[in-house]
DNA sequence: ATAGGGTTAG
């Protein structure tokens, strides 16, 4: 940047600043990594043209200032000079609200010849990242021409809005596919938990050749091996991406790290992190949370310690990685300190997976008043998770009237939810009184909640087993109980 | 002569 600055002050000085485009070449140049200096070079040329909105508003759109881009546009038209097609992909991307992005999907139909695929496709993303998929669908259906980017756009925003569905569709009939479309085909899958489906569609993409994995594809399928714990298949993308020679950098270090602690390698993960030699919130939050999961929660609130004097800023998701070590530890004290220190010193409100580990430790320790006035408090509506811990603290620590009172409650306030249900009949039956759980099922299916059971998986030689509650489809389910049992006695008799 | 869209780690 320093240099570019030098460059700029000799145009000036011998008098090559009066040709426009060094000073817009120098303008897109520096929007890309100073965008303030960009802004400047704006500012002091006599005649901006066209290049330099464009140029200035894409630097925009990449930063933090997004509603600089709207008014750089206002600004624009002010002086007489009108957009082109190249203005809007940029400006499309500077929207923050589903209105403005309105407003300006109303001036590129007025205008008319501004109207091509690279608008197209940026509308698609827009609406879809703004939650409305049904605008996204709709500009993709009246769009005569659909090239690979607005397919892919379309499969983007339908994942990340749950039509699941529909994105598959848009995938197997668009015309053409490359590297960056499976790629987020197969992260699509993965964000809804589709592993098998992410799965098999990555060994076709391998075995037939059709295009090269790239790097974020690598990355996504590491992600996904950690999450179900395949650390087999981790494994081969890490030997993978040696071969592919991509740089090892942060992403690829922290997605590494991530994956051995999430498959229970924690010494392997260690010793990543301790190699790294740039290393960012991430990639502690990571090494904290893989700590605190692997039941090393002393060294995860060390390392936390240790962050908050000589790493990186902490962010809400490294507070929710102590937390989960304080959980461990019943540090309520602590616990309630931490969540303090995150919004006074830190300025992070918490989230609801603050509140729900915070509820956690306070039911688990048998605090379940404190649970409760917290709940209560919380600034959000409590989701299944913070009232499982709740129910669960009742029942552990014999509170069952409290309990009683909480599931009859919610299933007050929500009776087509099944989990709202289920949780009080687990307690019920815990402690069995079953003329209870027998009525609460009856309630049921008087009412016709819709109880899909959960499920857990675990992923041996490349197959992933699903197993669900009292589930004895799998054909060696006599000798999974059999094994079960046994570490069922082992762990009594610790 | 200069400016545009889709996939990516906690």
Known sequence: MDQLKQIHAQTITIGLARFTYITSKL???????????????????????????????LGYS????????????TQMRNNRIEPNARTFPVLIKTCDCISSLLQVHGHVVKLGNVFDVYVTSSLIYMYSNLKAVELAIQVFEESSYKNVVCCTSLITGCFN??????????????????????????????????????????LHLKQSGLVKPNRPLLLTILTACGKIGALDKGKNIHHQLLEESFTFDLEIDTALLDFYAKCGDIEKAEDIFIKMRYKDV????????????????????????????????????????????????????????????????????????????????????????????????MPMEPDEAIWGSFLHGCLTHSEICLGERAGKRLIELDPSHSGRYVGLANMYADIGRWENVIRLRNMMVERKVDNTPSWSFIEVDGVVHKFFVHDQFHPRVNDLCEILQILNKLSMNQ
């Open 282 to 377: 991430a990639t502690w939050s990571s090494m904290i949370m893989g700590l605190a999961t692997n039941g090393r929660n002393e060294s995860a609130i060390k390392l936390f310690e240790e962050m908050t004097h000589k790493g990186p800023v902490p962010t809400d998701i490294t507070f929710i990685a102590v937390l989960v070590a304080c959980n461990h530890k019943s540090l309520v004290t602590q616990a309630w300190c931490l969540i303090g220190k995150m919004f006074k010193v830190f300025g992070i409100q918490p989230g609801i997976e603050h509140y729900g580990c915070m509820v956690d430790i306070f039911a688990r320790s048998g605090q379940l008043k404190g649970a409760e006035i917290l709940i209560n408090l």
């Open 62 to 73: 990449k930063t933090s200032k997004q509603e600089m881009g709207i008014l750089l546009y």
């Open 27 to 57: 303008l897109a140049f520096s929007a890309m990594s100073d965008i303030d200096y960009a802004h400047t070079i704006l500012n002091q040329t006599n005649t901006p043209t066209i290049f330099d909105y464009n140029s200035l508003i």
């Open 161 to 202: 809005n749950g039509l699941v569905d529909e994105a598959c569709k848009v995938f197997d009939e668009m015309p053409e596919r490359n590297d960056v479309s499976y790629s987020a085909m197969i992260s699509g899958l993965v964000r809804n938990e589709l592993f098998n489906k992410a799965f098999e569609l990555f």
